[in-house]
């Protein structure tokens, strides 16, 4: 069963960049499409953006000019890293996993395994 | 950008069907997800490619989608079915999409 863990900082300065680390275990991390979602307190879900091993990523347009997801396939291990974060970027970050394919046509896309979430706080 | 909108809340009696609809411009031509996440607990899957049910996941829940609706229904909805369910889709534009949620209360 595949297991994900996220571990990075849990304060991070205004202006400064967040960065947090997913490692994969129980699986291939060429498996799936990577993401990474936050959930400001008491709030939905975000998409920020994906990785595939290959390096291929995807972000969201409304945090493209702020975000690098990045993967380091030997240790099973994708990044995250935000740059000039504000307190609306407090939230948690959640690493995600699926995969994604043609269905008759149509995309067919599903988060399968999550990591327990990690809060970032933004203060300084 | 691609918006998906959920009623912000849902109550239903034990043993009734709880329905959960999510809206989008012709969200019937995609393929919507949904997610059951509990107070402090990372979200789990519930439905895929509209209807399908991952293993593990009870029969009560199902989903259907078509025009411009996705519909997750439980059905015989038990004390612990309490929770926020949110939907997902993809956009071209905007790859993936989740729902605003809906916050399922059993009373």
């Known amino acids: 069963q595949v297991q994900l863990q996220e571990s990075g900082p849990g304060l991070v300065k205004p202006s400064e960049t967040l960065s947090l680390t997913c490692t994969v275990s129980g699986g291939s991390i060429s498996s799936y499409y990577w993401s990474w979602i936050r959930q400001p307190p008491g709030k939905g879900l975000e998409w920020i953006g994906y990785?595939?091993?290959?390096?291929?990523?995807n972000y969201n347009p409304s945090l493209k000019s702020r975000v690098t997801i990045s993967v380091d396939t030997s240790k099973n291990q994708f990044s995250l890293k935000l740059s000039s974060v504000t307190a609306a970027d407090t939230a948690v970050y959640y690493c995600a996993g699926g995969g994604i394919s043609v269905v008759r046509g149509v995309i067919s896309q599903k988060f399968d395994y999550w990591g327990q979430g990690t809060l970032v706080t933004v203060s300084s | 950008s691609y918006e998906l909108t959920q009623p912000p809340s849902l109550s239903v009696s034990p043993g009734q069907t709880a329905s959960i609809t999510c809206s989008g411009d012709?969200?019937?031509?995609?393929?919507a997800c949904w997610y059951q996440q509990k107070p402090g607990q990372s979200p789990v899957l519930v439905i895929y490619?509209?209807?399908r049910r991952p293993s593990g996941i009870p029969e009560r829940f199902s989903g259907s989608n078509s025009g411009n609706t996705a519909t997750l229904t439980i059905s015989g909805t038990q004390a612990m079915d309490e929770a926020d369910y949110y939907c997902?889709?993809?956009?071209?534009?905007?790859?993936?999409?989740f729902g605003t949620g809906t916050k399922v209360t059993v009373l």
């Open positions: 012709k969200l019937g031509d995609k393929y």
């Open positions: 990785i595939y091993y290959s390096g291929s990523t």
């Open positions: 997902q889709a993809w956009d071209s534009s905007t790859s993936y999409v």
């Open positions: 490619q509209d209807s």
